[in-house]
Nanobody
Framework: QGQLVASGGGSVQAGGSLRLSCAAS????????MGWFRQATGKEREGVAF???????TYADSVKGRFTISKDNAKNTVHLQMNSLKPEDTAMYYC???????????WGQGTQVTVSS
């Protein structure tokens, strides 16, 4: 068993920034790929950004150059810094973790990000 606790999110205007954080239990943080998915109303869930157990990162094309995922090893926490936010980034964001980045088996609670134009 493991636990993911997400925080951050909120409402900003286009061009603004937000940071999401995901605190993980010890058994997840050290071994698994961690990342963020998002799901907008009426759309399918999509992977946004991932960081694996050796800190290799991958990003969805739609967020490359604007979002940065990073690890804070002292706090077992993964951060997602989101800059130059666009209205199309509006979604519920979910922290996730698993042996495979794209197929997580642990999920945190969602946190809403709303970007107004």
């Amino acid at each position: 068993q493991g636990q993911l606790v997400a925080s951050g999110g909120g409402s900003v205007q286009a061009g603004g920034s937000l940071r999401l954080s995901c605190a993980a239990s010890e058994n997840i943080y050290g071994d698994y790929c961690m990342g963020w998915f998002r799901q907008a109303t009426g759309k399918e869930r999509e992977g946004v950004a991932f960081i694996d157990n050796v800190s290799r990162t991958t990003y969805a094309d739609s967020v490359k150059g604007r979002f940065t995922i990073s690890k804070d090893n002292a706090k077992n926490t993964v951060h997602l810094q989101m800059n130059s936010l666009k209205p199309e980034d509006t979604a519920m964001y979910y922290c996730a973790a698993g042996p495979q980045c794209a197929s997580p088996d642990h999920w945190g609670q969602g946190t809403q990000v709303t970007v107004s134009s």
